[in-house]
């Protein structure tokens, strides 16, 4: 077992068992009548992947990118005193949030290299969640500075968008959660 080689796999055994087992065909042999219980053998490992690995490289980043996307919400302002000791305005937001983007995207595109498989991952989903909540950021961001009109952007200097971030991240990946899992 010491030579086996898998990339984010710890190999704990292997063992021989065998099964007895019937078939119904003939092998392409017309005059075969088959064997009832007839045994074969198999070998197995057991194998237990490495978890870390896969967080620290693709949740991790994103988790930091989320966390970078309320700190650009959290700057947002009216006020001249943190309005000048930030500089957020909307086209500031809106370069930053371009950033993100590419950033979770090259990290998702990453993500989906290194796995080959043709449905979307769990993993995808935390990348997904951040896609829509950079858009959000992003509209919420010229709504402020634009529209004086609508209160639930100015309220309390965009209280409740500064709010509702991590409810929204955390409620709308708990539905995927429940969705994949459950």
């Known amino acids: 077992l010491e030579d086996i080689v898998l990339s984010g796999v710890e190999v704990h055994s292997s063992f021989f068992s065998y099964a007895f087992n019937n078939y119904n065909s003939n092998y392409g042999i017309s005059s075969y009548e088959g064997i009832t219980d007839f045994p ?33 919400q959290m700057m947002m302002s009216k006020e001249e005193k943190k309005n000048s000791l930030f500089g957020v305005n909307p086209s500031v937001v809106l370069a930053t949030c371009s950033g993100l983007f590419f950033s979770v995207l090259v990290a998702h595109t990453a993500l989906r290299g290194s796995f080959e498989v043709n449905e979307v991952l769990y993993i995808e989903y935390f990348a997904f969640v951040l896609y829509f909540m950079i858009m959000v950021v992003t509209i919420n961001s010229y709504l402020f500075s634009l529209n004086d009109n609508l209160k639930i952007v100015q309220f309390g200097d965009n209280l409740i968008p500064k709010l509702i971030f991590w409810p929204i991240v955390l409620i709308v990946l708990l539905a995927v959660t429940v969705k994949l899992f459950y």
């Open 40 to 72: 074969e053998l198999y070998f197995t490992v057991l194998t237990k992947r490495n978890i870390f690995n896969p967080l620290l490289t693709y949740v991790l980043p994103l988790i930091l990118i989320a966390f970078i996307l309320f700190a650009v």
